[in-house]
C-alpha cells in the first residue's frame, strides 16, 4: 500500500462546478497536508496547507482534513479552465525526517 | 524577491557521463530539499540539508547519487555514471524552517534525459 494514495484522474468537470480532490494516507501520525498545483512541464505550486481536523477556506479553495480516518481532500468551488492541472496531495511525517511524500496526483480537466 | 532557482534547466546527458545539477534556494531559506519526479508520479524525496548540515539522505537510490551545500546555501545534487533510469525531473525545495509546518517551495525543476 502507498503511504499517500489519489485516484490518478482524469477528474473532468464543466466550468463553474465544483471539483473534488481525494486523498488518503496510511501513516496515523502525519501532522501537516498540503496540496500542490502542477501544470504540465512546470514544478508544484502550494495551494493549500492544513494541520487541524476541519476545514479550511481559501478563496475557491476548501481543504478538510479528517485524521480518524486518514482522509483528506480538496474542494475547488467555480472550477475554471485555468484550474485544469494535475493537483498532489503531500503528508508531511513526523518520525519520517523533514519530508513530505506525495501521492502520485490527480489530473482535473475543466471543460467548457 | 527570487523564489528557488535552479540549473541548468534541461540537461541531456551520454550513459556513464557524470551531471552536476544546481540549486538556488530563497534567502534565508534554511532548509533544502532535493526530490526526482518520474513521469506521470509524484515528487519522490532524495535528501534534506539543514544548513550545511544533510540531516536525511535516505532517498538517494544509490551511492551514484551524491548531494553538498557546503556553505548553507547554494547545493548542488551529483549524478555520476549516469543510467538511462535516472532520466527524470529533478527539483529542489526550500523552507524557511525544518518545521512540520514549514511550507516548501519548489523550483522549476531541472530535466535529465539520460541516452
Known amino acids: 500500500q502507498k503511504e499517500v494514495e489519489q485516484n490518478s484522474g482524469p477528474l473532468s468537470v464543466p466550468e463553474g462546478a465544483i471539483a473534488s480532490l481525494n486523498c488518503t494516507y496510511s501513516?496515523?501520525?502525519?501532522?501537516?497536508f498540503f496540496w500542490y498545483r502542477q501544470y504540465s512541464g512546470k514544478s508544484p505550486e502550494l495551494i493549500m496547507s492544513i494541520y487541524s481536523n476541519g476545514d479550511k477556506e481559501d478563496g475557491r479553495f476548501t481543504a478538510q482534513l479528517n485524521k480518524a480516518s486518514q482522509y483528506v481532500s480538496l474542494l475547488i468551488r467555480d472550477s475554471q479552465p485555468s484550474d485544469s492541472a494535475t493537483y498532489l496531495c503531500?503528508?508531511?511525517?513526523?518520525?519520517?525526517?523533514?519530508?513530505?511524500?506525495f501521492g502520485t496526483g490527480t489530473q482535473l480537466k475543466v471543460e467548457l | 524577491g527570487a523564489g528557488v532557482s535552479q540549473s541548468p534547466r534541461y540537461k541531456v546527458a551520454k550513459r556513464g557521463q557524470d551531471v552536476a545539477l544546481r540549486c538556488d534556494p530563497i534567502?534565508?531559506?534554511?532548509?533544502l530539499f532535493w526530490y526526482q519526479q518520474a513521469l506521470g508520479q509524484g515528487p519522490e524525496f532524495l535528501t534534506y540539508f539543514q544548513n550545511e548540515a544533510q540531516l536525511d539522505k535516505s532517498g538517494l537510490p544509490s551511492d551514484r547519487f551524491f548531494a553538498e551545500r557546503p556553505e548553507g546555501s547554494v547545493s548542488t545534487l551529483k549524478i555520476q555514471r549516469t543510467q538511462q533510469e535516472d532520466s527524470a525531473v529533478y527539483l529542489c525545495?526550500?523552507?524557511?524552517?525544518?518545521?512540520?509546518?514549514?511550507?516548501?517551495?519548489f523550483g522549476p525543476g531541472t530535466r535529465l534525459l539520460v541516452l
Open positions: 525545495a526550500s523552507s524557511l524552517d525544518g518545521g512540520s509546518v514549514g511550507t516548501q517551495y
Open positions: 503531500a503528508v508531511f511525517q513526523t518520525g519520517g525526517g523533514n519530508k513530505l511524500t
Open positions: 534567502s534565508g531559506h534554511v532548509s
Open positions: 501513516d496515523r501520525v502525519s501532522q501537516s
